[in-house]
């Protein structure tokens, strides 16, 4: 068996491998800008994001931080003996 490539052999590795390393630096960089865009906080304030005060609608949360609102739940559920 011979081991000795021929030079056009070795050419079209090169080529190959050439054309694998810009593919793989063109993904790469997709992956980081994606990965900066998902990382980016939403803008403005918190108050002022979609999710912010699903419970503010609540008869039992009226006039009560949330803080407020769990320790009352809690002594009102959870007996200390």
Known sequence: MNSVKEPSQIQMVIQEIDRLIAEMTE???????LSDT???QPEGSIQQTEY???WND??????KSSREWLENLRSEQWSRT
């Open 27 to 33: 993904l790469r960089a997709k992956v980081v800008t």
């Open 38 to 40: 998902s990382q980016k």
């Open 52 to 54: 912010f005060g699903m």
């Open 58 to 63: 609540r008869e039992d949360m009226i006039d």
